[in-house]
């Protein structure tokens, strides 16, 4: 009996001696963080709006990243971009927002305004990530008090997607041969649209859906007028130039036959349209279109100059990632040379780099590369950022209503746009 409790207690002993040195080895030995962090498994989620066609260019750029991080899962969740803006902010609610995703210019306010983007200033820091490469301009929605809050991805200057064939067919001049010409002006346009129109084809539509009146804009802005005043505390909509813009609409509506009516459901692809505002993105769309001719031109001219719309999207570091290192590595290659050449089959890149690159301009089914330098590049300086406030939400609603006015013929313009002016100033005082 004694001899078994002696082995006993040497088993026992032995046992600490060999926890004690392990605990000695662990405390001892050198430390290296970022090996260790390298080797944790790290899960990022990654939100954004895109189709099918997006979500499958993210997947190889993931893949890519995987390369030289795959010790970090990417997890990928797509909302609908009319639900996108209230998700995020739902989610902000929560504590539950991803670590990156993508922002578009109206919802840049707001989320400034909620303090939930991440300050990204110190990407500039980083030479190897050559943040001088973008134009500064696409980078300027993304700063406030010298910060940089996102980094953009697509800016897509809005251009003018055009039916060839049915301006052969009407014996028309084209866009392009205008613009060549010097005569590409708003007039010249409502009557090339009118003499294009024949049953069930329209010369033209402003509306991608009929919540899009924002192409609208360019017609205001090339006669001297705008949304709001500059530091945005009034609606100056409600003007003799934004008169003339929803008149300009109505007579196409309603007079000339030469612009759909809303609710009609008639897409650019269906060859029923012969010409189209949309921004550039578009183009990967229309790349698909094998029924008829198709071209891209500048915008019409104004007295005051031609503005196309600056549409613009980025990508955002959202405040509370568990893991914002690993966030930003991914934000980086994302809005790398490579991150932003790959997504450039879809999106105007801001990177100058791959905007003047053959890789861009020469993609499969693309329009010529004179028109698109014409419609494209040459615009980036003439255009216009699009409107942004932290009450987009509510001003957007504001004038949505008054176009409902004026698709059922409720009011006149001038009515149409004082409501929206009785609406909207009190949202801009607050």
């Known amino acids: 009996m004694i001899k078994k409790l002696g082995i006993i207690f040497l088993v026992i002993l032995l046992v600490a001696v060999s926890v004690a040195c392990n605990k000695d080895a662990n405390t001892t030995a050198p430390k290296d963080k970022g090996s260790k962090a390298k080797d944790e498994q790290v899960e990022l989620t990654f939100m954004m709006w895109g189709n099918e066609a997006h979500q499958e260019v993210y997947n190889k750029l993931i893949a890519k990243f995987n390369e030289t991080h795959p010790n970090i899962k990417v997890k990928m969740e797509s909302v609908p971009f009319p639900d996108y803006q209230q998700k995020i902010t739902v989610l902000a609610a929560g504590r539950e927002l991803p670590d990156v995703g993508w922002v578009a210019e109206r919802m ?10 991440d300050d990204v200033s110190s990407f500039k820091d980083d030479k190897e990530y050559n ?10 929605l993304f700063r406030k008090d010298n910060k940089l809050y996102g980094i953009p991805f697509s800016t897509p200057p809005e251009v003018l ?26 007039e010249q346009f409502e009557k090339s649209a009118k003499a294009i129109s024949e049953k069930g084809t329209y010369g033209a539509n402003f509306f991608r859906d009929w919540n899009t009146w924002i192409p609208l804009l360019s017609h205001t802005w090339g006669y001297g007028g705008d949304l709001f005043n500059k530091d945005q505390t009034k609606f100056t909509w409600n003007s003799p130039q934004g008169v003339e813009t929803l008149k300009m609409l109505d007579r196409m509506m309603f007079k000339d036959g030469s612009h759909p ?11 029923k349209i012969g010409m189209f505002f949309d921004v550039y993105s578009y183009v990967s769309r229309a790349r698909e279109i094998k029924d008829f001719a198709w071209d891209i031109a500048p915008l019409p001219e104004g007295p005051k100059g031609r503005f196309p719309m600056l549409g613009q999207a980025g990508y955002g570091l959202f405040k509370g990632s568990k893991h914002t290192e690993e966030a ?4 980086k290659f994302f809005t790398s040379q490579e991150g932003i050449q790959a997504t450039s089959t879809f999106f105007v890149p ?15 089914n693309n329009p010529p590369a004179e028109s698109i330098k014409r419609a494209v590049i040459d615009e980036m300086d003439n255009a216009r950022l699009q409107a942004g406030h932290i009450e987009w939400q509510k001003i957007d609603n504001a004038i949505q209503f008054g176009f409902d006015e004026l698709f059922g013929q409720l009011k006149k313009p001038e009515e149409i746009l004082k409501g929206m002016e009785d609406k909207i100033d009190p949202l801009l005082k607050k």
Request: cysteine-free; charged content about 25%; aromatic content about 14%.
């Open 350 to 364: 801001p990177r100058e780099s791959v905007l003047s690159s053959d890789e861009f301009v020469n993609q499969p």
């Open 161 to 186: 997607f055009y039916n060839k064939d049915l301006f052969v067919k009407a014996g028309e001049k084209t866009p392009n041969e205008h613009v060549q010409a010097g005569a590409w002006n708003w």
């Open 261 to 271: 009516k809303a609710g009609e459901q008639v897409s650019f692809e269906s060859g």
């Open 108 to 117: 840049v306010p707001q989320f400034m305004e909620n303090g939930i983007l």
């Open 131 to 140: 943040m001088d490469d973008f134009f500064p301009s696409t980078l300027d």
């Open 328 to 331: 930003k590595e991914l934000l």
